[in-house]
């Protein structure tokens, strides 16, 4: 159990961490709690977390559940979180269950998140299900890392306006889900949305979203950056 706000920038109190190149995190049958800006499990930049039968509980705002990041260049800091079974609960706002990140501004290898049989659910305005995107970091543009979120016959399922249930974000990322189920309950909180270019795919899943002015599927982008949607062997309804 963890509680905090945060020590320093790079210094957060995250629970479980794997960090630099080489840096492995296994667990089995793990029970977890956090409270403020502190995640549940990270990998980051070239750290693999393997995870089994865990139960993660968060509660603050972008306090996400899984969090694989790359924020530097070169193959060594490619950032993998894998999860069988065990569940995933957030509270907060921004408190994403799985989220995978990379910059927009620098060539970096894959940040991926890949759960096997997991239960996700979140509480909390704009806290999406499964998230894979690209993050701004403001500096001159020399290129693009990439992010991948893989969830196989997962349940997930968000509480809270705009809490989409899976977000793809930039491209190159992408969210695909292999059976398993999306549902989502808040105003305007899409079952899936692709967005500026990205790409997201199901395959033999259920997708629903019941709030007000929320859509099962959400796709929008621009003749520069097409975002992609791939659906079959799928329900999708709201």
């Known amino acids: 159990t963890t ?24 667990t ?16 980051d930049d070239g750290g693999t977390g393997s995870l089994t039968d865990l139960t993660i ?7 996400i559940g899984l969090y694989s990041v ?7 800091f490619a950032a993998n979180l894998s999860a069988l079974r065990g569940s995933v ?28 049989n997991t239960r996700i659910t979140t509480h909390g305005q704009s806290a999406a299900g499964l998230r894979a995107s690209l993050g701004d970091y403001g500096s001159t543009p020399t290129g693009r890392g990439e992010a ?15 809490a989409h249930g899976a977000v793809s974000r930039d491209a190159p990322t992408s969210v695909t889900l292999n059976g398993g189920s999306v549902i989502t309950t808040g105003q305007n909180a899409y079952g899936a949305m692709a967005e500026i270019g990205e790409h997201i795919i199901g395959v033999g899943t259920n997708v629903q979203a019941s709030g007000t002015e929320a859509l099962g599927l959400y796709v929008t982008g621009n003749p ?15």
Do not use: C, K
């Open 148 to 162: 991948q979120v893989v969830a196989t016959n997962a349940t997930v399922r968000t509480e809270g306006a705009m």
């Open 89 to 116: 609960e957030t509270f907060g706002g921004n408190a994403h269950g799985a989220a995978a990140q990379a910059r927009n501004d620098l060539p970096g290898p894959l940040a991926e998140i890949a759960i096997t």
């Open 224 to 238: 520069t950056a097409v975002a992609r949607a791939e659906f079959r062997d799928s329900a999708i309804a709201n």
């Open 70 to 76: 790359v924020e530097q260049s070169g193959p060594q």
């Open 3 to 26: 509680s905090a706000t945060h020590v320093a920038d790079a210094s957060f109190p995250h629970a479980l961490t794997a960090r630099g190149a080489g840096g492995p995190l296994i």
């Open 28 to 43: 089995n049958g793990t029970t977890v709690n956090t409270q403020g800006l502190a995640m549940g499990a990270v990998s």
């Open 57 to 63: 509980t968060t509660q603050g705002g972008r306090a």
